[in-house]
């Protein structure tokens, strides 16, 4: 079976309209970055207490509001985890109260206000302030090293204007993912995190794919413009990116759909990144490598740099 | 050609049987029946076989995580020679800046004492050291005391029993603790949080006592004058049945607002949860003695002074107030006893008087054992039978035949759990420790008495704790999708690939059981997103495969040979298989080194993923191939 026997596509000649997409998609996402609460921090990164409790007895978030009023907590969130009677609790630290006591506080109310009402401690996650600022910058600097390493490893095999195209694609996935979350209001905690680095290092192995087909490309198709020869390497890579982007985004969806609550969001940070990677390895990252070497070098150049690896 | 088949037919059996050797245990332990289980755990063996398994983590197995901090402000305050107002107040500016994200606290105390011109050594170190050697020696100091504190917690923890704790320093001033399958969060908290700091000190003459409560008194009439309680409609009379116990003459209890005792400031004044805003006075003291209005006697009882716990925030906040101290004699303090006692419907915590000044501390202590207690007041309940060290033993003989007939008060952390008044002489160097509310508060006591008192209070700064039935249903769910997921990709290469999916399919199997065998050999801790991790390998797994196949394709079309296309495929997908592969290693290797815990398991399993899928496509399929071809001369492949 094959999907593609020899594609002809003109991706090259699309790039514009690419472009135009990809743009739309960055400024919303980061226009909503502005909406007030955005993006969503979870409890890794804004610190507090989450508790999820799951009842023996079908219950409704406004008993457990009610349980919780009682001892005057401040801001607190209610939202049903998962099956229907599992709740996850969400109050912010309160000054003067160590961190751990605040899941003391919370079960303590409910035990008492709702004592017919029997339930079990499935998960507590208790995060300090400092922790969550810490994690915070963790994980912006994890991102940053691993997109200069990236930076280094690329322009060492490959030519310089590859790294670049290859991290601003990157980064155009990370930010799409992110906006995407940030327009959802979905949550983003450390688990996210670790997707989109993981999106980082699966949109890379897919443009890498078609950045070595160039660079074989170059050596082989001598008299052809750099346009064609980009565009026919991602021609011939196309079915292996559609395949494997195929088969990862199966599994992804498996596990968004069965996975259980505590990976959701990793899950489907996985699927939006898997889709936007593919179509920025195909649409993106070569278009810029064109565009770059257009206005700043020929392919000779490229060419004479590649016969030396 | 034959030769090197053979070695690969070699290696790769030899692998296979690795493999399975790795994995035999987890295959064991899984599919262990309950009773069988029970019978291993009996006789012992259930233990080694976990040691050996795939080490899950505590998000799978339930369990608790924490992290705790040390606090250096107080520990340096500990260190000082003198302690005024002007250290306090170096010290809460240095630990505010602390919190608000900088690092390094020695460097952050230089920089304060230094902006009001205090040298070092106002507070610390010996006559004649330099500023220099000061900081070496307070850095020293901190580091002792983390390295002690983790010591401690070791010892507190062992003492506790949980397999296979893990216990660390991270940075200068953390530590973190894992005990997986921990069933009562709430104890172990208790247990390793607690300074454990034993102190033995004097009570104040009951004199004294009175004398502070008149002076506070009549500082807060003064102050209060003009405020009369009021009936009015919130200020709903409560009827106190403990009324006779007080005083001499009957006191009319009645519930006030707290506003009536300070002004407009807001207050809570629950203890143990309850959302009472109101305080139980006694009325007809409460105009004169405002103070002494929140305090009860009741001696026939038992206790003296003591407090309903609706008062307790009230009391303290009085007695924290900058004027009310300056009324406390100088090497006096007020503590609180660790339990509450109920008299008819109320329940009230003793207040102490004791002399600031330890006569002696835990420091000393050899050993603690629970008992059960013999006595007739306390027969039936637990207590902690110490011993101390000669030197101990010493001041112990000492302070009791100086104070015969006054009381010694047992504190730990600060809570008096005990105030004896002496009988006799003590000359062998033990006694006991009664007034714990079970038998399982007087083993954590008697554990952390023994492993001895932290240098410094801890703080838990970050807690996770997974049920074991979240943990367990994780497992399942996320087992599910792995197997969703293999059967969805394995169907999908066969129609795609025909035979040479079916080897991709095989290699699939070989990727995953290998990834687990690697798992289980070298303990790797085996994490949600981990599992996660595995199900990502097994789609990105076929990639590399992909990638080979596509290019033999492409090679068959240009009408080569099968053999020939084969080798041209695997040789030319090589170097981008390499590079695409290397990339994401290097972010896995990333996350690995910013993440914690199941991140950590997740950055694992991905690297691991990726290498063996390198290997399974490049190795394995090829050689299959390769022993395909080898038999007889293929004219057609099914590719």
Not at chain 2, 189 to 194: E, P, T
Not at chain 2, 233 to 243: I, L, N, R, Y
Not at chain 2, 495 to 517: E, H, K, Q, T, W
């Amino acid at each position: 079976m094959q999907f593609f026997q020899t594609p002809h596509i003109d991706f090259v000649a699309r790039r514009k309209i690419a472009y135009v997409i990809s743009a739309s998609l960055l400024i919303i996402g980061i226009g909503s970055l502005f909406i007030p609460g955005r993006p969503n921090y979870g409890i890794d990164f804004k610190g507090g207490t989450s508790i999820v409790l799951r009842f023996e007895k079908t219950i409704t978030a406004g008993k457990i509001r009610d349980a919780l009023s009682t001892i005057g907590l401040g801001s607190s969130e209610i939202k049903r985890f998962g099956t229907k009677n599992e709740f996850l609790i969400y109050v912010e630290q309160q000054k003067g109260t160590s961190a751990s006591d605040m899941a003391e506080k919370v079960e303590g109310a409910i035990t008492k206000t709702l004592p017919d009402d029997s339930y079990e401690i499935r998960k507590v996650d208790t995060v300090g302030p400092k922790i969550g600022e810490e994690l915070r910058k963790a994980a912006v600097l994890a991102v940053l090293i691993a997109l200069l390493l990236i930076l280094i490893y690329i322009g060492w095999r490959f030519e310089f204007v590859f790294a670049v195209g290859a991290i601003i694609a990157l980064f155009h996935d990370v930010m799409i993912t992110f906006g995407i979350f940030s327009i959802l209001n979905f949550e983003i905690s450390l688990k996210e995190i670790a997707a989109f680095l993981t999106i980082v290092g699966y949109s890379l192995n897919d443009t890498i794919v078609v950045y070595d087909r160039i660079r074989e490309n170059l050596k082989v198709m001598r008299s052809e413009s750099l346009a064609t020869i980009i565009n026919t390497s991602i021609n011939q890579s196309l079915s292996r990116t559609i395949i494997t982007s195929m088969t990862t985004f199966f599994v992804v969806f498996v596990l968004f759909l069965f996975g259980g609550e505590v990976i959701h969001g990793f899950a489907f940070a996985m699927c939006v990144g898997i889709i936007v990677g593919t179509y920025s390895s195909i649409f993106v990252a070569s278009a810029l490598v064109l565009d770059w070497q257009t206005r700043h070098g020929d392919k000779e150049h490229l060419r004479m740099a590649h016969k030396k690896k | 050609m034959q030769r090197k088949n053979l070695f690969k037919t070699i290696l790769i059996v030899f692998l296979l049987c690795w493999a399975i050797y790795a994995l035999w245990p987890s295959y064991k332990l899984n599919t262990l029946t309950p009773e069988k289980r029970k019978m291993l755990d009996d006789e012992g063996k259930l233990i080694p076989l976990i040691d050996k398994s795939i080490r899950l983590g505590l998000d799978l197995q339930g369990g608790m995580y924490l992290t705790y901090e040390l606090d250096l402000p107080v520990l340096v305050e500990q260190l000082a020679r003198v302690k005024d107002k002007q250290l306090t107040e170096v010290l809460s500016e240095t630990e505010q800046e602390l919190n608000a994200g900088s690092e390094d606290f020695m460097a952050l105390l230089m920089n304060n004492m230094e902006k009001r011109n205090i040298p070092l050594s106002q507070y610390w170190g010996e006559h004649g050291d330099t500023e220099k050697e000061i900081k070496e020696w307070i850095e020293k100091e901190a580091k002792d005391a983390m390295n002690r504190s983790l010591e401690i917690l070791r010892n507190r923890i062992d003492q506790f029993g949980v397999s296979e704790p893990i216990i660390q320093k991270i940075g200068a001033r953390r530590i973190l603790i894992e005990l997986p399958g921990i069933s009562d969060p709430d104890q172990a908290k208790a247990l390793i949080g607690k300074t454990a700091l034993l102190e033995f000190k004097m009570l104040k003459d009951p004199l004294v006592f009175s004398d502070v409560i008149n002076k506070i008194d009549k500082a807060l009439a003064r102050e209060k004058g003009s405020i009369i309680p009021e009936e009015t409609e919130e200020t709903k009379a409560v009827k106190d049945t403990s009324q006779k116990a007080a005083e001499q003459q009957p006191s009319q209890d009645k519930a006030i607002g707290v506003s009536e005792l300070f002004g407009d400031e807001e207050i809570t004044t629950d203890e143990q949860e309850k959302s009472d805003t109101s305080l139980i006075v006694d009325e007809n003291v409460f105009k004169e003695n405002p103070f002494l209005a929140l305090l009860r006697d009741l001696r026939q009882y038992g206790k003296e002074v003591s407090v309903p716990v609706e008062n307790v925030k009230a009391v303290d906040r009085i007695l924290a107030r900058e004027d009310i101290q300056k009324l406390i004699p100088p090497d006096a303090q007020f503590r609180w006893s660790s339990e509450t006692i109920k008299v008819g419907d109320r329940e009230y915590r003793e207040l102490f008087l004791v002399k600031k000044e330890a006569e002696l501390t835990g420091k000393y202590l050899t050993d603690a054992k629970v008992t059960i207690s013999q006595d007739v007041q306390n027969t039936g309940l637990p207590e902690v039978n110490f011993k101390l060290d000669r030197q101990g033993t010493r001041i112990f003989s000492r302070v009791t035949g100086a104070n015969i007939e006054k009381r010694l008060a047992i504190i730990l952390d600060d809570r008096v759990y005990m105030a004896p008044r002496i009988q006799t002489k003590i000359p062998n160097g033990s006694g006991r420790i009664t007034g714990m509310k079970n038998m399982d508060e007087a083993k954590m006591m008697a554990i952390v008495l023994r492993a001895g008192a932290l240098p410094a209070p801890v703080q838990i700064v970050e807690e996770r704790t997974v049920g074991p039935s979240l943990g367990q249903d994780s497992i399942n769910r996320s087992k599910w999708s792995a197997l969703i997921s293999m059967c969805i990709v394995m169907l999908f290469m066969i129609v795609y690939y025909r035979m040479a999916g079916a080897i991709a399919d095989l290699a699939l199997i070989f990727n995953l059981v290998f990834l687990l065998a690697v798992l289980a050999q070298f303990r790797f801790t085996l994490t949600l997103p981990g599992i996660a991790g595995i199900v990502l390998t097994i789609g990105m797994a076929v990639d590399a495969n992909v990638l080979v196949f596509e290019r033999i394709r492409e090679e068959l079309r240009t009408g080569k040979t099968v053999r020939t296309s084969i080798d041209a495929g695997y040789a030319r997908a090589f170097k981008t298989i390499l590079d695409a592969n290397v990339t994401t290693l290097m972010t896995a290797l990333v996350l690995y080194q910013f993440g914690t815990g199941p991140i950590r398991g997740f950055a694992i399993t991905l690297a691991i993923g990726i290498v063996v899928s390198m290997f399974t496509a490049l190795v394995l399929t090829r050689y299959v191939f390769d022993t395909i071809t080898a038999r007889r001369t293929l004219t057609k492949l099914s590719i």
